[in-house]
């Protein structure tokens, strides 16, 4: 065998192994980045009930299929179906939950009412009710709710905890200071500079 086919060959041979080892750490990326979108909506929400009883299930709306109340077609599992399927965002980050909170809310892209999750399968668009329950969260249950989705999609992510107020009174001896205003330059204050 000539020395130029040898070349050749294992050319060859090293441009598939390349390609190959390329081809399976982008599968393996794309399979860790889609694991969180595959975890079924109606999953997280009952863990979100479960960590924040207080958020409204609104869960009374007729499958159009069986003619009956669905309970698993819940605020946050539209909710959810709502961040990943209508808006493509990702599930696995604090920024684009927020996002979905303020369409929710009227202060980012608005919430398209022909584009609802279960539009198409409940017998009432339960767009109205949703942005209204959304709409009577106060700061701290949306914060905890993304919080507790951003942990349910990203384990690995510490979400530190936010700090609660204290229910302590503060000591009497302590006295209440006001800051002080900033001294500005003086002419010649320059002249400290010089060695």
Do not use: C
């Not at 441009?15 to 081809?23: E, N």
């Amino acid at each position: 065998m000539k020395r130029s086919q040898l070349t050749r060959q294992l050319w060859s041979f090293f441009k598939s192994f390349v390609g190959i080892a390329i081809g399976l750490s982008l599968s393996f990326g794309i399979a860790h980045l889609t694991h969180a979108q595959s975890i079924r909506p109606e999953y997280v929400a009952n863990i979100v009930y479960q960590r924040l009883p207080d958020i409204p299930k609104e869960n009374q709306y007729i499958r159009q299929s069986t003619k009956e109340v669905d309970p698993d077609n819940t605020l946050i599992s539209r909710f959810i179906r709502y961040n990943q399927d209508i808006q493509k965002r990702p599930v696995r980050y604090r920024f684009d939950w927020k996002l979905s909170l303020a369409d929710y809310l009227g202060a980012n892209e608005p919430v398209k009412e022909e584009l609802y999750p279960g539009r198409n399968t409940l017998t009432v668009n339960p767009y109205k009710k949703d942005l209204e329950a959304i709409q009577s969260l106060n700061r701290r249950q949306r914060n905890d709710l993304v919080n507790v989705l951003v942990n349910v999609y990203n384990p690995q992510q510490n979400i530190p905890n936010t700090p609660q107020p204290s229910t302590q009174p503060s000591p009497q001896s302590s006295p209440v200071t006001t800051p002080q205003k900033p001294n500005f330059s003086q002419p010649g204050d320059s002249q400290l500079l010089k060695p």
